[in-house]
């Protein structure tokens, strides 16, 4: 198992842990990690008493493959998780229909809509923004804290590094090839030419890259690389991430809702993408 935190690991935590002869503890970039290597009847079990008390602390007790090998493939969300940024929100500010846009959104959080109606709804009211302000956007997405860092800790090791949003193709895309990712996937917006202007039409086309979606990126992932998914991680902050953290080995939620929080196996609560490197990687 391993703990990672910002700053100091408190002793009455890892006292918690049944007694072990192995165990390691370092400063890294985003904090001090512990990593110890014990035996116990029930890891879930452990788990939920560890994190009940954790607070800032992320704690992981990992089992299976992952307890002695790296992982070998990364998947990961992109807004919120990659990024610090809402890839619509800053599309809508632009459309100047921001205001309608968090409405969507409060709408789809109380469980008023499902993710594809709040896509659709949001989408719709970028209808007749031009395609050229994806150049703006984009400049204005800005990564994680620890992001490059992490990126550059799995490829150290050999891991594959990957994206699934969401969001919106035309910005993942071109983020994903400036950070050398191997895989990218999101909405496409649909365009046309309107009056020698290319324009969103307000319209997603193609397959929308929703929960169930997620979880066949990152098998389709890894099946195409001839990885495990056993030795696969899962990094996200929603709900829309779940069904990609019931696919991985391990599933890390990152600066989280309470229910993807609940739901992962590691949570990360501090503003460090790349303390998901104390679970991902031995």
């Known amino acids: 198992m391993s703990f990672a935190a910002a700053g100091p690991i408190p002793e009455s935590l890892v006292a918690m842990v049944p007694p072990t002869a192995e165990v390691s503890a370092e400063e890294t970039n985003y904090g001090q990690r512990i990593t110890l290597f014990t035996s116990h009847p029930d890891p879930d079990l452990l788990r939920t008493a560890l994190r009940a008390v954790a607070g800032d602390v992320a704690v992981g007790v990992i089992t299976g493959p992952l307890v002695r090998e790296n992982a070998r493939l990364v998947l990961m969300d992109v807004d919120s998780t990659l990024t610090t940024t809402e890839a619509i929100d800053l599309l809508a500010e632009h459309a ?3 205001p309608v846009v968090a409405e969507i959104t409060e709408r789809a959080m109380r469980g008023e809509l499902d993710f594809g109606q709040s896509l659709t709804e949001r989408v719709g009211t970028l209808k007749g923004l031009p395609a050229g302000i994806f150049d ?3 400049a204005a997405m800005t990564l994680s ?3 490059v860092e992490l990126i550059a800790a799995a490829k150290a090791t050999g891991a594959l590094v990957g994206v699934t949003s969401g969001g919106f193709i035309q910005l993942v895309e071109p983020l994903a090839t400036k950070l050398g990712l191997d895989f990218c996937n999101a909405n496409e917006l649909e365009t046309e030419l309107v009056d020698d202007t ?3 039409t307000g319209r997603v086309v193609g397959q929308v890259v929703d ?3 997620k979880a066949r990126d990152l098998l389709r992932f890894a099946h195409d690389h001839g990885v495990d998914p056993a030795l696969t991680v899962a990094i996200g ?3 829309n ?3 990609m953290f019931d696919a991985a ?4 939620a990152y600066r989280a809702k309470p229910v993807t929080a609940a739901a992962a196996d590691v949570a990360v609560n501090f503003p460090r993408l790349d303390a998901a490197t104390a679970f991902a990687f031995a």
């Open 145 to 147: 804290p620890g992001a």
């Open 211 to 213: 929960r169930d979606q």
């Open 136 to 138: 703006a956007v984009g």
């Open 249 to 252: 080995g391990l599933s890390v």
């Open 237 to 239: 902050d929603g709900a």
């Open 241 to 243: 991430d779940l069904g």
């Open 198 to 200: 290319v324009q969103l």
């Open 96 to 98: 100047g229909v921001g």
